[in-house]
């Protein structure tokens, strides 16, 4: 530290990047060396520089889970960006979401402002990213913040039908205990029951049935859950789906019923 404080006495800029977009304050970052932070920030050192992957002093802090560091760039006059994103088109947000982070999501919302509705390339929004990662508190959290329940990505993908397709049981359980339509069609007309029984998620399907997804809903080529599970082999989601009233003689478009798939 002293070092430093020697070179930026004598000029140095804390702001020089190497050759991975890397300056000093997030090299310190990184190495969780609070006192180099203070140093370099003392000497101007910007906390909005992007390296390599896009990620800022914000961003690393984040990631490290430095919250009274992060707490400091939100609340003093560093004049840090909180909604900058990424090389992935990801802001800290985001970052701390699919991290499980509740604590660093409530600081980023409630002292930085961030924005919950914010959405990446993929049209993924905070909470689909808290759903990839299977972290239902902080789907909580973000909810309970203003984010959108329904909020599609670029396929129509809900937080749910993501949910489902991961096989995330307890994520599901919370989506639909906080009122996600359970038969919401992506740009394919796919829907999350579809999506579990194609991946074989046989928990999921179990619960999705018990909560009345539309089992008669056709997909591409006028495939319904149970003519998916038929094309899959898999019977233990053909099991649930057929105690709970799903027909052996829905059609398809293209490959008749089921006994014919």
């Not at 002293?2 to 000093?24: F, H, V, W, Y």
């Not at 002093?57 to 994103?85: I, P």
């Amino acid at each position: 530290v002293e070092s430093c404080r020697i070179l930026l006495n004598k000029g140095a800029s804390p702001n020089t990047a190497d050759l991975q977009g890397r300056t000093p304050l997030g090299v310190a970052i990184y190495n969780e060396n609070s006192t180099l932070v203070d140093l370099l920030l003392q000497f101007g050192a910007s906390p909005n520089i992007q390296d390599a992957r896009g990620e800022t002093a914000l961003s690393l802090a984040v990631g490290k889970r430095q919250y009274d560091l992060v707490e400091r760039f939100l609340t003093k006059s560093e004049g840090v960006d909180v909604e900058v994103v990424d090389k992935r088109g990801h802001s800290a947000l985001m970052k701390a979401a699919f991290m499980g982070d509740k604590k660093m999501c409530d600081l980023l919302i409630t002292v930085g402002k961030a924005q919950v509705y914010k959405k990446g390339p993929l049209g993924f929004s905070t909470v689909h990213m808290a759903v990839k990662g299977g972290h239902d508190e902080c789907i909580v959290l973000l909810l309970e913040r203003g984010a959108d329940l329904e909020a599609v990505d670029n396929e129509g993908w809900t937080p749910l039908i993501l949910a489902a397709n991961e096989g995330q049981l307890r994520v599901v359980k919370t989506l639909l205990d906080r009122k996600a339509r359970i038969d919401h069609r992506d740009e394919r007309s796919r829907t999350a029951l579809m999506q579990a029984v194609h991946n074989g998620h046989d928990e999921v399907v179990q619960v999705l049935c018990e909560r009345k997804a539309d089992l008669k809903i056709k997909g591409p080529d006028g495939w319904t859950a149970v003519l998916v599970a038929a094309s899959v082999g898999d019977t233990d989601c053909l099991a649930i789906l057929l105690k709970h009233g799903a027909s052996l003689t829905d059609l398809s478009i293209t490959k008749g019923n089921v006994i014919h798939i």
